[in-house]
């Protein structure tokens, strides 16, 4: 029974944390209420070969690993390294199914910000898409 208060107790402190880190991550970027879900996006490729895209999401409970994907760049008229083409064709994957829908979003992705209007038709670091 101790083993289970503790484990809850590690779960409890972990969420509030995760929390609180949510409400100063909507406080530095202005936003009305604290992130329920974000995605994060990183791509990879051994010196041009192989390349990847990646999706982690994150929310008020912590990471969560069953919604992470990965992206297997198909695209065949893409200059080997092209990190830029690469992160556009995983923006355009993930986001196609939910262009018609009018829901607010954020998203950020790895390289900093030269991805920033190269994403999904431009302005990958917009709050709303």
Known sequence: MANARE??????????????LLAGL??????ARPP?????YDNSHIQGSNPVGAMIVAGPEGFRKNQY????IRSTDLVP??????????LTR??????????PRSRAGGGGVGFCGRGAGGGCCDSRR
Do not use: P
């Open 7 to 20: 484990a809850l107790g590690r779960k409890l402190a972990d969420t509030a944390s995760q929390q609180r």
């Open 26 to 31: 909507a406080g530095a970027f202005g936003l």
């Open 36 to 40: 329920r879900r974000i995605e994060v």
């Open 69 to 72: 994907r990965k992206f297997n």
């Open 81 to 90: 390294g092209d990190d830029y083409g690469m992160m556009r064709e995983v």
């Open 94 to 103: 993930r986001f196609k199914r939910l262009i018609a829908e009018d829901t």
